[in-house]
Every structure is written in structure tokens, then in C-alpha cells.
């Protein structure tokens, strides 16, 4: 078992005994760490909006549900989910180094240089690129584009209080890209994924960043977790009831399956349950509320799946 498992370099939100760093040898560590691996939930949020958009576009055009979609962006959230925490991590390797959660990174505890971490930030962007090239060129192009809100995310919590916001746009991107690989085109049902998507990630995202809203004060970082105060759990809900209504509004426009409702519905139960249980002052269960989304949002693709089979 490798030493990342019980030792001094096991990160704080690092699932325990993930299989990832219990068999990577020792000098891979830092680079599963780095693409977050031991943490799947991020790669599992950025999956899903492609899932859901890809189902919901299966649903109209018919013919059953892509699968061989669904494989590719699989691979290509993993691999750019990856390429994203590296980024994130080269940029804020300093002001890492001054949060108790994060100061173990690879980066700020200097088991990774930055050189190395750019070296495994290519590695990672070119498994990304042999997805994308397996899609339409509309496709790859509305994949490029995305870079631009990616590549600007990192500076966002040193100048406005709303960097889940700009996470959401980057994050929800999949909204657009499952739609646009079955018609190659984007439609109103599209956007509508897209938008309910980044209302769902301020939400989930805001849940997180409770876990730091000490020493984010103290390193004069911005999140809206600061911002909502003793708020947090109205405004939690109210994005997403925003997240809720747009989704079923998206189902409504496409005029696919019923079945794709009680996705919805079984969303906004979890979402909802999510809400009663925030409590700002407990990090321990921010984290499990945060990790939770991952049902929520398969909850929602089990309801479009389904339209897809029926449709």
C-alpha cells in the first residue's frame, strides 16, 4: 500500500483508500493528487452535463441513447478534469500554501515542481484533444472554446465574490457539448441544460468553499460563501430551485418522454435534502453534502436516459 494512504501526504477531502493511491507507486502520487484523481467527485460533476445534454438530445432525435458518447466524455472529463487542477494548481500554488486544506497539494509542498506540473498539464490536455477530434467540427469547436472561461477561473476569487459563478460557466460547458454532438447545432433545450447546470454548481460549489471561509478571509480570498454569510442556505436552495426549474423547463421545450420529469423531481428532492442539512460551521459534512451532488446529478441523467429508451 502506498504511503499516500495513511501517511503525512493523504490530502484532507482525498477519498480514504482510494485505489488510485493505494497502488500507484510512490513517485505517482503527487500526479494522481495533482489530476484528483483520489477525489472523483470533481470529474463525476463535470461528466454529468455532457451526460445529461447527450441523453436529452438522444431523447429527440431517437434511435436510443449514444453510448459511444457517453464513453468518450467519460474519458475526456477525467483527462480535462485533470488538466484543470493542474492549471488551478500552478496558479494558485501560493495562495495554497496559506490554507490549512490545501497546503499539502503537491504543488505548495514542493513534492512537484512547477515544471513538472506543466509537463503533466500537456500530457493531460492532449488526451483531451483525441476525444474532442472524435466529435463534429462544430463540436470541436465549441470544445475550444470553453478554454477561454477555463483558463480565466483560477483569478476569479482574487477579484469578485462570485468565482462559483465562473466556475459554473466552465463546468456546465458539457450542457452545450452533449447536445452538440448528436445535432451538431445548439437549440433552446441546450442552453437551458447549460444554464440550469451553472445554477447548480454555484450551488454545490458554495457548499464547498464553506470548508474554507476562514482562512479564505484571512488570504483575501472571494467566494460566495463569504459573500451569502448567514444566508448560505437560502441562497443554496435558491440556486437550486433556479437549477430545477430551467432543467424542467429544457425537458418541457424538447418534448421528449415524461420519464425525463422524475429525473427532475428526483433531483430537486436531493437538492432539497442537501439544503436542510447545510450547516456552515461543519466542514466535515460541507464535504459530504459537496461529494452528494454526484447522486443529484445522476439522478437527473437516470431521468433523461430513460426518455432516450422510450423515445
Same mark, same amino acid.
Given at each position: /500500500?502506498?504511503p499516500?494512504?495513511s501517511?503525512?501526504h493523504?490530502?484532507?477531502?482525498s477519498?480514504?483508500?482510494h485505489p488510485?493511491?493505494?497502488?500507484?507507486?510512490a513517485? #505517482?502520487v503527487p500526479?494522481v493528487?495533482?489530476?484528483?484523481? !483520489?477525489?472523483?467527485? =470533481?470529474?463525476?460533476?463535470?461528466?454529468?452535463?455532457c451526460?445529461?445534454s447527450?441523453?436529452l438530445a438522444?431523447?429527440v432525435? =431517437?434511435?436510443g441513447p449514444?453510448i459511444?458518447h457517453?464513453?468518450?466524455f467519460?474519458i475526456?472529463a477525467i483527462? /480535462?478534469r485533470? #488538466?484543470?487542477s493542474?492549471?488551478? !494548481?500552478?496558479v494558485?500554488?501560493?495562495?495554497?500554501?496559506r490554507v490549512?486544506r490545501?497546503?499539502?497539494?503537491?504543488?505548495?509542498?514542493?513534492?512537484v515542481?512547477p515544471r513538472?506540473a506543466?509537463?503533466f498539464l500537456?500530457?493531460q490536455?492532449l488526451?483531451?484533444?483525441?476525444?474532442l477530434?472524435?466529435?463534429?467540427?462544430?463540436?470541436?469547436g465549441? @470544445?475550444?472554446a470553453?478554454l477561454?472561461?477555463?483558463?480565466?477561473?483560477?483569478f476569479m476569487?482574487?477579484?469578485?465574490s462570485?468565482?462559483?459563478? %465562473?466556475?459554473?460557466l466552465a463546468?456546465a460547458w @458539457?450542457?452545450l457539448m452533449?447536445?452538440?454532438?448528436?445535432?451538431g447545432s445548439l437549440?433552446l433545450?441546450?442552453?437551458? %441544460?447549460y444554464?440550469?447546470a451553472?445554477f447548480?454548481?454555484?450551488?454545490?460549489?458554495?457548499?464547498?468553499?464553506?470548508q474554507?471561509?476562514r482562512d479564505?478571509a484571512?488570504?483575501g480570498?472571494?467566494?460566495?460563501a463569504?459573500?451569502f454569510?448567514?444566508h448560505?442556505? @437560502?441562497a443554496v436552495?435558491? /440556486?437550486?430551485a433556479v437549477a430545477t /426549474?430551467l432543467s424542467a423547463?429544457?425537458?418541457h421545450?424538447?418534448g421528449?418522454?415524461?420519464l425525463?420529469?422524475? @429525473?427532475? %423531481?428526483?433531483?430537486?428532492a436531493?437538492?432539497a435534502?442537501?439544503?436542510l442539512?447545510?450547516d456552515p460551521?461543519d466542514k466535515d459534512?460541507a464535504?459530504k453534502?459537496f461529494?452528494?451532488?454526484?447522486?443529484?446529478?445522476?439522478l437527473?441523467?437516470?431521468?433523461?436516459l430513460a426518455?432516450?429508451?422510450?423515445g
Amino acid at each position: /500500500m502506498s504511503p499516500a494512504t495513511s501517511g503525512p501526504h493523504l490530502l484532507p477531502d482525498s477519498v480514504a483508500r482510494h485505489p488510485a493511491l493505494r497502488f500507484a507507486p510512490a513517485w #505517482a502520487v503527487p500526479y494522481v493528487q495533482l489530476a484528483r484523481i !483520489d477525489r472523483p467527485i =470533481g470529474w463525476w460533476l463535470l461528466l454529468l452535463p455532457c451526460w445529461e445534454s447527450n441523453a436529452l438530445a438522444s431523447a429527440v432525435a =431517437g434511435g436510443g441513447p449514444r453510448i459511444w458518447h457517453l464513453l468518450l466524455f467519460l474519458i475526456g472529463a477525467i483527462a /480535462m478534469r485533470g #488538466a484543470g487542477s493542474t492549471y488551478n !494548481d500552478l496558479v494558485d500554488r501560493e495562495i495554497d500554501a496559506r490554507v490549512e486544506r490545501t497546503r499539502g497539494r503537491p504543488l505548495p509542498s514542493g513534492r512537484v515542481t512547477p515544471r513538472q506540473a506543466k509537463i503533466f498539464l500537456a500530457l493531460q490536455c492532449l488526451v483531451g484533444l483525441a476525444v474532442l477530434l472524435c466529435f463534429n467540427g462544430f463540436s470541436i469547436g465549441l @470544445g475550444f472554446a470553453s478554454l477561454l472561461i477555463v483558463a480565466a477561473y483560477p483569478f476569479m476569487k482574487r477579484i469578485t465574490s462570485w468565482p462559483q459563478a %465562473v466556475l459554473g460557466l466552465a463546468f456546465a460547458w @458539457g450542457g452545450l457539448m452533449g447536445w452538440a454532438a448528436i445535432f451538431g447545432s445548439l437549440a433552446l433545450p441546450a442552453l437551458l %441544460v447549460y444554464a440550469a447546470a451553472i445554477f447548480w454548481t454555484i450551488g454545490y460549489d458554495t457548499i464547498y468553499a464553506l470548508q474554507d471561509i476562514r482562512d479564505d478571509a484571512i488570504a483575501g480570498v472571494r467566494s460566495t460563501a463569504r459573500l451569502f454569510g448567514e444566508h448560505v442556505r @437560502g441562497a443554496v436552495g435558491l /440556486m437550486y430551485a433556479v437549477a430545477t /426549474m430551467l432543467s424542467a423547463l429544457a425537458v418541457h421545450l424538447a418534448g421528449v418522454s415524461p420519464l425525463a420529469y422524475a @429525473g427532475v %423531481v428526483a433531483f430537486a428532492a436531493h437538492c432539497a435534502w442537501q439544503v436542510l442539512r447545510i450547516d456552515p460551521d461543519d466542514k466535515d459534512r460541507a464535504l459530504k453534502l459537496f461529494r452528494a451532488n454526484r447522486d443529484a446529478g445522476l439522478l437527473l441523467f437516470a431521468g433523461y436516459l430513460a426518455a432516450a429508451f422510450a423515445g
